[in-house]
Nanobody, 123 residues
């Protein structure tokens, strides 16, 4: 059974940086697309970034382009989300997601989800 565990969230001032990690177990990491989503209080869970199993391309939401970078390390079975130039509007619970065989930006394309990690950006 695939399990995803996120870490790296916390409180940071506007303009600061955080790196989120997502460790996958129970599956062959190199066959999974990895994605990040976020959900602010009272809002929908929105797409942030995705990287396919090959790691050869990445996709970002317009709101984070140029500030966030998604990557993956097959040796560690871990995906990362490097977040720079953080803004208060980035405050949300960030969720890692994985799917085998598909690559996209919609929630229902992903079959496996982590428990989420809180990111709070103060102004």
């Amino acid at each position: 059974q695939v399990q995803l565990v996120e870490s790296g969230g916390g409180l940071v001032q506007a303009g600061g940086s955080l790196r989120l990690s997502c460790s996958l177990s129970g599956g062959t990491f190199t066959t999974y697309t990895m994605g990040w989503f976020r959900q602010a209080p009272g809002k929908e869970r929105d797409f942030v970034a995705a990287i396919p199993w090959s790691g050869r391309s990445t996709t970002y939401a317009d709101s984070v382009k140029g500030r966030f970078t998604i990557s993956r390390d097959s040796a560690k079975n871990t995906a990362y989300l490097q977040m720079n130039s953080l803004k208060p509007e980035d405050t949300a619970v960030y969720y890692c997601a994985a799917d085998r065989g598909r690559y996209g930006t919609t929630r229902n394309m992903y079959n496996h989800w982590g428990q989420g990690t809180q990111v709070t950006v103060s102004s």
